[in-house]
């Protein structure tokens, strides 16, 4: 059973352009979440995703848009990339929305290393 | 924003010792979670203690819960090298989303 995967592993950009960074979820799972963390920090919640519409969204910047498609699977857009948008980029799934454990634990995955010049 | 704060920021010891670290946090919780996370990559749940209780065991991880303090703390007994990480408390929002404290990083020496 394959667990969250995330795509691609390292990912170096410049300032101003655009990046997609892509998820799967865990066999079974329907909710994706997006995670920010730079270095030394903890993660900070960037949006969450089910069925294909974004429901809960941390404080970050319209530049920062996201799709869920049919099969579950996520992609994260960062739009006019800045040096702070250097980051490890989480992503985690988990069932539904409710907040029921075990339902809502999340599983992460590696992380995408995003490496704004 | 970060909802947990966790405390010592960096923590060294050596293989066999024990390690406790701390977690306080602002708001009213429904439950508490840590995560470790190896050499900045994915994260691991490692336990989840709910609100009404006070202690929670799994092998050698012990985690206490004090709500009137809005702190907990996660002692590591007995520990190893591989027990060489960073550890996170998180608490979930309305939803499943959660919010990370900065953590502590554990450095284990043989």
Known sequence: DAGVTQSPTHLIKTRGQQVTLRCSPKSGHDTVSWYQQALGQGPQFIFQYYEEEERQRGNFPDRFSGHQFPNYSSELNVNALLLGDSALYLCASSVGLAGVWPYNEQFFGPGTRLTVL | ?110
């Open chain 2, 1 to 110: 924003s970060q909802q947990g704060e966790e405390d010592p920021q960096a923590l060294s010891i050596q293989e066999g010792e024990n390690a406790t670290m701390n977690c306080s946090y602002k708001t009213s919780i429904n439950n508490l979670q840590w995560y470790r996370q190896n050499s900045g990559r994915g994260l691991v749940h490692l336990i989840l203690i709910r609100s009404n209780e006070r202690e929670k065991h799994s092998g050698r991880l012990r985690v206490t819960l004090d709500t009137s303090k809005k702190s907990s703390s996660l002692l590591i007994t007995a520990s190893r090298a591989a027990d060489t990480a960073s550890y996170f408390c998180a608490t979930p929002t309305s939803g499943t989303a959660l919010i990370f404290g900065k953590g502590t990083t554990l450095s284990v020496s043989s």
